[in-house]
């Protein structure tokens, strides 16, 4: 009798398994600088405001809602182009004060107080403006950052990408890294040590030093003087 032939186990077919969710980076920390940058509006004088002072955060939280709604539903293109405008909402706004603060300069309108609590308001949107713009803008953003294991390739050297050892490879900056890359560009006019790579990088955070330069050396020095 003919013994029934028993086919070999075939191989089952390998399934690469997805980035892991858990890993993906926290998105509370910019909304929270974000937030606070739209809420130091009620800070400034009344004369360097673009518009009424609880403008600036309805207008920032409500476009922070589709923002949110499209990352969560993993539409990357609709979230970058939210992201980018409330980002250059805050700018522009960050901006308009600091041109009219500048331009009321000579005529002496504004007492010191006033002078000085414009220059904090504008030098710490400065830092939390920037530090969302590095972290919205380097390797592709966050979304694409999230696809990758480690972070190799960007605008910025961070330390931890130097160091050897399976910890480097699977280190990635987060929004604390470029909050402190922000921090250190307004107040020592440098990126310390994080050297900057690429062109673009370099072209902002240019920007945001003569910001900062404006706001201390200009203003504060100038109410520093009246008192």
Partial sequence: MKEPSIDPPQAVPSVEAPPASADYEPRWPV??????????????????RFGPSWLLLAV??????PTALAHRYGRHDVNRWFSHTVGGILTASMVWSLSLLILRLPSHRDPPQDLLRAAVTLWVSNILVFAAWYWRLDAGGPNMRDQRKNHVDGAFFFPQMALAGKSARAWRPGFVDYL????????????????VLSRWAKMVMMAQALISLVTVAIVAARAVNIL
């Fill in 31 to 48: 909304v929270l600088a974000i937030l606070a940058t739209a809420g130091l509006h009620y800070v400034m004088p009344k004369a360097l």
């Fill in 60 to 65: 920032t939280g409500i476009l922070l809602i």
């Fill in 180 to 195: 402190f890359l922000a921090f250190n560009t307004s107040t020592a006019f440098s990126p310390t040590d994080v050297p």
